[in-house]
């Protein structure tokens, strides 16, 4: 069993859980995840590690709430337990020194991102981060960001606070800018994913995306999360979860995002009906 150190609500849907994982702790690297089960019966979800902190033996984790598992994640408060906590899941992000590295994130994902953003600015790398969210109450760690950041870009989709639109459009511009980019990082919703690597990939610069499909075991045995890279079958949980952009097959990737979405309907709508809880 886990114990959860902290619970804080980022925004009313996004939740951060500090979990006691000693073991996760000490072998964390950026970009890696864990799969978690709340209780005996719960399904296993992958979720990215945000941060870790091996000298107290805890690992952070960011959640979004979409579906049954993450609602009944959220209801879980600081010392509450979850069942399983398996990890570090997955290849670590690739840190060199690249040269000028833009760090792209979108909605959850600024989370997700941190790790990367301060690995690759203490390699050398000089850290242009952009983030992204649908309006001003859903975004986070602004100035946590900022930090690991040689320079910040905040967009709102709405407008409704820092720049208006979407975050391809600073990203194109710092690529038809003066400085060189030597390589984008993009991870958030897939079809933002994809967008960013469409917007890099007429200028030849190389764009590691995080590919977030259906997972069950973690490790290469069940064949769930399947993706086409580069017209070779990848198992994103072993082979992954990074791979380079401008070669996967996002149709694919959304078909098979898309597969339970009956099931994922019925479980959420019996949940709420058997818990009362109506969101
Ligand atoms: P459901 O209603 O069951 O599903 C909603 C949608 O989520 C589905 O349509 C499907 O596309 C996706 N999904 C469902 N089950 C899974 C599953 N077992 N594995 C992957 N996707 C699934 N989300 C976060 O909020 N924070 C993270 O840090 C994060 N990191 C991730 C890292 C990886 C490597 C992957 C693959 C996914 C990550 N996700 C993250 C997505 C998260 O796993 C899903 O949002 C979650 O599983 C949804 O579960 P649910 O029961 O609440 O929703
Ligand atoms: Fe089972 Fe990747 S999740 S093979
Ligand atoms: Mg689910």
């Known amino acids: 069993m886990y114990k959860i150190l902290l619970k804080q609500d980022l925004v009313p849907n996004i ?4 979990v006691a994982a000693p073991a996760v702790a000490k072998k964390a690297q950026p970009g890696q995840f864990v799969v978690i089960r709340i209780d ?21 984790i960011v959640f979004m709430e979409v579906g049954t598992t993450t609602h009944k994640l959220a209801l879980l408060q600081t010392g509450d337990f ?11 992000t690739h840190i060199d020194e690249f040269g000028t590295v833009v760090c792209v994130a979108g909605g959850f994902a ?13 390699k050398g790398n000089q850290v242009i981060s952009i983030m992204g969210a649908r309006n001003k109450e ?11 950041s040689d320079q910040l870009i905040v967009t709102t989709d709405d407008g409704s606070y820092a720049r208006k639109g979407l975050v391809t459009e600073p990203l194109k511009e710092l690529l038809e800018g003066d400085g060189k980019v030597d390589r984008v990082i993009a991870i958030g919703p897939s079809i933002m994913m994809k967008f960013c690597s ?18 069950v075991d973690g490790t290469g045995m069940c064949g769930c999360c399947r993706v086409s890279v580069g017209g070779e079958t990848k198992f994103a949980c072993v082979d992954g979860p990074d791979f380079d952009g401008h070669q996967v097959d996002w ?5 098979r995002q898309r597969i339970y979405l009956d099931e994922e309907k019925c479980s959420f709508e019996q949940w709420q009906s058997q818990s009362g809880i109506l969101k």
């Open 82 to 92: 979850i069942t399983d906590f398996i990890g570090p899941l997955g290849l670590p």
């Open 198 to 215: 469409k917007t890099t990939e007429p200028f030849g610069v190389k764009t590691v995306v995080s590919l977030n499909p259906i997972m």
């Open 110 to 122: 600024v989370a997700t991102i941190m790790p990367i953003a301060r690995a690759m600015r203490a």
């Open 40 to 60: 005996e019966k719960g399904e296993r979800i992958p979720l990215t590690i945000a941060d870790w902190d091996e000298g107290e033996g805890s690992v952070t």
């Open 15 to 18: 939740h951060l859980f500090k």
């Open 251 to 255: 149709d694919l990737l959304f078909a």
């Open 138 to 148: 859903l975004l986070f760690w602004e100035e946590e960001l900022r930090r690991v």
